[in-house]
C-alpha cells in the first residue's frame, strides 16, 4: 500500500534555528498538508497546497513558516526561526481528491529547546 | 471556519461493551466526515468515514451515524477489545478543503 514518507522521524533544533521537514507523497496525489500536534492535543491544520501553489492556511502559519515542492517528489516545511512552543507532532498528508481520502505520513517529532 | 467538537474527552468501557463518541460541527457545507484512530506516537489512521448524503455507515464492529440537520455525527464501536483503545478523532471537511479535526478521545477498554 502506498504510503507518504517523512523524515526525519525526530528532530531536536536550538531556539531560534531554521528547521526543514520532509515529506514524500503518494505519487498520484494531488493535494498536500502539513497538520501539527502538540502533545496531547489535537491534529490542528497548518496548510494546505494543491498545483503549485498554496491553497490555504491557518493562523497558526504565519511568517515564520513556509512551504515548498523544490521537485517532482518532495513537499518541505520549513520553520525560519523556530520557538519552544512549535515543538510539536509535524504530520504531512497527502490526497486525490482533498478533504476525502487523506493519507497521513508518520510524523515528525520537533523538539525545541 | 468549521468548528468540530467532540465528546467525552476520556471514556472507559468494559471488553465486550459499547463505546460512543459523539461529534457536532458548525459549518453546514462540510460534507465529509471521516474518523481517525491514532495509538500512542503514530500517525493518525482513517477507520471509517461517511459523506453527507448517508445517514449511517457500518464496517464490521464500527459504525457512524449522521445528522445533518442537527449537525452532529457519531462512532459507535460495539464489541470493544482491548486493541481497540487508542484515541479517536472526528474530522469534518468539504470538496478540496482541509479537514478540521476534533479534540480526541481517549478510549480505554478494560479488559
Known amino acids: 500500500e502506498p504510503e507518504v514518507t517523512q523524515t526525519p522521524s525526530h528532530q531536536v533544533t536550538q531556539m531560534g534555528q531554521e528547521v526543514i521537514l520532509r515529506c514524500v507523497p503518494i505519487s498520484n496525489h494531488l493535494y498536500f498538508y502539513w497538520y501539527r500536534q502538540i502533545l496531547g492535543q489535537k491534529v490542528e491544520f497548518l496548510v494546505s497546497f494543491y498545483n503549485n501553489e498554496i491553497s490555504e492556511k491557518s493562523e497558526i502559519f504565519d511568517d515564520q513558516f513556509s512551504v515548498e515542492r523544490p521537485d517532482g517528489s518532495n513537499f518541505t516545511l520549513k520553520i525560519r526561526s523556530t520557538k519552544l512552543e512549535d515543538s510539536a507532532m509535524y504530520f504531512c498528508a497527502s490526497s486525490e481528491q482533498g478533504a476525502e481520502g487523506y493519507t497521513f505520513g508518520s510524523g515528525t517529532r520537533l523538539t525545541v529547546v | 471556519g468549521e468548528n468540530v467538537e467532540q465528546h467525552p474527552s476520556t471514556l472507559s468501557v468494559q471488553e465486550g461493551d459499547s463505546a460512543v463518541i459523539k461529534c457536532t460541527y458548525s459549518d453546514s457545507a462540510s460534507n465529509y466526515f471521516p474518523w481517525y484512530k491514532q495509538e500512542l506516537g503514530k500517525r493518525p489512521q482513517l477507520i471509517i468515514d461517511?459523506?453527507?448524503?448517508?445517514g449511517e455507515k457500518k464496517d464490521q464492529r464500527i459504525a457512524v451515524t449522521l445528522n445533518k440537520t442537527a449537525k452532529h455525527f457519531s462512532l459507535h464501536i460495539t464489541e470493544t477489545q482491548p486493541e481497540d483503545s487508542a484515541v479517536y478523532f472526528c474530522a469534518a471537511g468539504r470538496g478540496a478543503n482541509n479537514l478540521f479535526f476534533g479534540t480526541g478521545t481517549r478510549l480505554t477498554v478494560i479488559p
Open positions: 461517511i459523506r453527507s448524503n448517508v
